[in-house]
């Protein structure tokens, strides 16, 4: 029996790859993306409510985020941009994520607060 082809292992890899995410969906498991993005508005969005210097803070973080970007390759201005439009949008009390309509079904108690 010999090797599989790249394009055999590629789609059995797919197919392996979309039924870990229906299993996933199914468990109402977040992704890394979904548990980070709640991370950050939280982190911020307290921050800013709570911390008088914090946006001094933001600002150091900001610098230094930027710093790691580049780094990887990307352009510091647009990363200081990126990083700025993302503080202005998180700095809401709500979450400012669309809902996941297919998980409605474990949606939390109407009188939690973010």
Request: proline share 5%.
């Amino acid at each position: 029996m010999g090797r599989k082809s790249q394009e055999q292992r590629l789609a059995e890899q797919a197919e392996r790859q979309k039924e870990q995410r229906d299993k996933d969906r199914e468990a109402a498991k977040p992704s890394r993306d979904d548990v980070a993005r709640m991370t950050l508005w939280w982190m911020i969005s307290n921050a800013w409510r709570r911390d008088p210097e914090a946006r001094e803070w933001l600002s150091d973080a900001r610098d230094e985020l930027t710093d790691l970007l580049v780094a990887q390759g990307f352009d510091a201005q647009a990363c200081g941009d990126e990083i700025e439009r993302l503080y202005v949008e998180y700095r809401t009390d709500t979450p400012p994520f669309r809902i996941k309509r297919h998980l409605k079904r474990n949606q939390p108690p109407e009188d939690l607060n973010f």
